[in-house]
């Protein structure tokens, strides 16, 4: 049966919310707060692609927001050309501006739903997507955009991913939201909590680790590899 998706955010509200958020998301130390582990994803994702494609050239951020996995990845592999794709315009602008001051190389802004991308075919050596697949909503809206990923990677390229996962039986659901509840609680009490599981709830439909390492497999992808998992974030990729 499919499922109607019809009561979540549409793309307008969640660039709306992001458009206005720039200055949080500009920051290395504030900026994904409510991201349980976020400077260890960060770094375990530039890090994996540096090790898997040191010779990286062409780099894709998918939901690159203000450019840190960017700036990350370009303080391991320098003068990376670098693509940029986000919903966000401001976030976009402000992205290009503090990357094009680390990279000789040349910098290219999407400004589309990463679901409409139009990609070259075997172009990028590393693609990065953090906090942004939580957006996607269907199975098939899935499938496209990694299919998408898989065809504009280079024969041994790799897309690494850090984001909000689901869970797949029941009770660790309820675990790890207990979990993640009580982390939002020690950043800002109650009632942040309770902002945070409620844009959540309107904004994202994340899918499980299991089902998105098992769909990276079905696209293509030959090798893939988790990075880290904490309660209801995981970092993770695969290898062309």
Partial sequence: MKTDYSHKATNEEIAARFDKD???????????LSTIDAPISMELCTEAAKYVNPQAKELLDIGCGAGNYTLTMLSKISDLNCTLNDLSMPMLERAKERISAQTNGQITILHNDMRNLDLPDSHFDIVLAAATFHHLRDDADWELVFTKIYKALK???CLWISDLIKHDSGPITRLFEYKYRVYLESLGGDE???KVFDYVE?????RSLNYQLALLHKVGFSATEILHKNSNFAAF???K
Avoid at 22 to 32: A, D, H, I, P
């Fill in 22 to 32: 720039v200055e949080r998301f500009s920051n290395l130390e504030t900026g994904q």
């Fill in 155 to 157: 024969p041994g390229g």
């Fill in 192 to 194: 942040y909590a309770q």
């Fill in 202 to 206: 309107y904004e994202d439909t994340p």
């Fill in 237 to 239: 990729g695969g290898i």
